[in-house]
């Protein structure tokens, strides 16, 4: 019977990898075909399959892409402190420029490129996904990476570990537990934003792309409300499938990687994975990984016992940020010659619009915060500390993060509005739902890595109620939390752009920000005042890191790491 039952897996196993070519075949052949603007999207129910499964097919090349960037990026920044100074600051202005300041430019570009193909509008909307991604998987990496404790950064040098060997065993075996929960984020937040990549448009040009986010798009503009529901089907039941299928398998096979193991029936599991390992030939396959013989440690000397080689790996590292300072230096040179051109075409009376708007922003976006910080976090710790609600509820978590957001803000603007709520009020409502789950997300992942040594000596010392969360919990995710906050800080600035001007039953409401006013250049096709919106932006976020953000990593390293 087992028997069988294997073999059952095993063709399960080659019709999904059928499946996964033929769809690869079939966006290759779409990508080739001539570029047609003013795309039909037909509202169809029949016809979402496919739209969904384009949608799906970005949002998996942006995470593969944003996954890679995250190792190489993150590897670098954490290994050389002057590399450090530079690219972490440079994540902070990525992960606050909106998504509209990168939109315009590089559709325009890509389809310069690749004029007579679909190639270059569906690249486009790849990287724009990829920079709704990206900056969370980073912040997360670079934090775990920090956060490794001494005694295995010291076993590595005793030992002599090559750069690959170090990397694969020590440094991304620690971060596997933060990177897998803010994958699930990254994902979540490529969705966000669905709508406006694949129906953007620019003046009078339409670069609109077959999905399920432009099929959104149009149903909301024609007010088809049976679109509308039949979409939100079709995301549901997408979301579902992923989170069954590839996150709850990948969240069980993380917890591995904790600093304690974890027994008995609180333990999670996923019926995939149960599935996958009842495979005769993964089975074999792990079998044979076991049995090949792997070449002893070369031993250390007492001499270079307390040393780091410079081997190979080191000499690599070092090409790398060589090469990307060479790169980073004439991107940079290139960019503020082409960026004083545009500013200077800016009217003084405009910078002084431009400082009250991110200011009023601001505001929103901290006040929505807050608010996020003020339910996620004892949410959150509850939640990661039990594995039956964490099995219970993570599904639902990812549901709920993973749907559009800017679907839901014609529904909860109505309702604010009865209530007689200002619609400046109401922005940073509907900024709150697009930045919640990053802290959300990251104090799950923080509360499910506490040690359950931890536990039993709070329970030894009788530590309960306020005491165990005042002493143990909340410090235990403090790391945590900072870095969800961080990028929600960035999420809350992105959403300011579809929060701040908003249509709803045929009357457009807006509210004064900085949000507000790069949605009005957009749409006016102003390169000149969308340029120096996004600037301002940046530089506003920058000082906070510095001023803010900075001190509270560095607390986190110092005073609440786990590792320290």
Known sequence: MRRASGLAVDGVLVLLFG???????????????PIRQAVEIDLSPSALPLYTLLSLSRGFAAYLLSLAFTLVYGTIAAHSKRAEKVMLPLLDIGQGIPVLGFLPGLVLGMVALFPKTNVGLELACILMIFTAQVWNMTFSYVGSLRSIPEELNEVARLHRFSFWKRFRTVELSSSV???????????AGGWFFLTVNEAFTLGDRDFRLPGIGSYMAVAIEKGDRRAMAWAIVAMTVMIVAVDQLLWRPLVVWSQRFRNADIEGADAPESWVLNLMRRSRFLRRMRLRRRRRPRAPAPPASPESAGAVPGGAGERVRAALVSGLGIAALAAALFGAWKLVGLLV?????KWLVLAGAVGAT????????????????????????????????????????????????????????????????????????????YVLFNVLAGASAIPHDLDEAADVYAMKGGARWRMLFVPAVFPFLVTGLVTATGGAWNASIVAETLNWRGTALETFGIGSLITRATREADFPLLTAGVLTMSLAIVVFNRLVWRRLYRLAETKYSLNR
């Open 177 to 187: 537990i933060g990177l897998v929960w803010n994958s699930m984020m990254s994902m």
């Open 362 to 437: 601001g505001v929103r976006t901290f006040s929505a915060l807050a608010l996020a910080a003020a339910w996620t976090l004892p949410i959150g710790i509850l939640i990661g500390r039990s594995a039956v609600w964490s099995r219970r509820l993570q599904p639902v978590v990812q549901i709920v993060a993973s749907f559009p957001a800017p679907m839901l803000f014609p529904i909860v603007t109505g309702a604010l509005l009865v209530l007689r709520v200002p619609f400046g009020a109401i922005a940073a409502v509907l900024m709150l739902l697009g930045a919640q789950w």
């Open 345 to 349: 075409r800016v009217p003084a009376a």
């Open 19 to 33: 499946a996964l070519v033929a769809g690869v075949v079939g966006l290759a052949q779409r990508w080739e075909a």
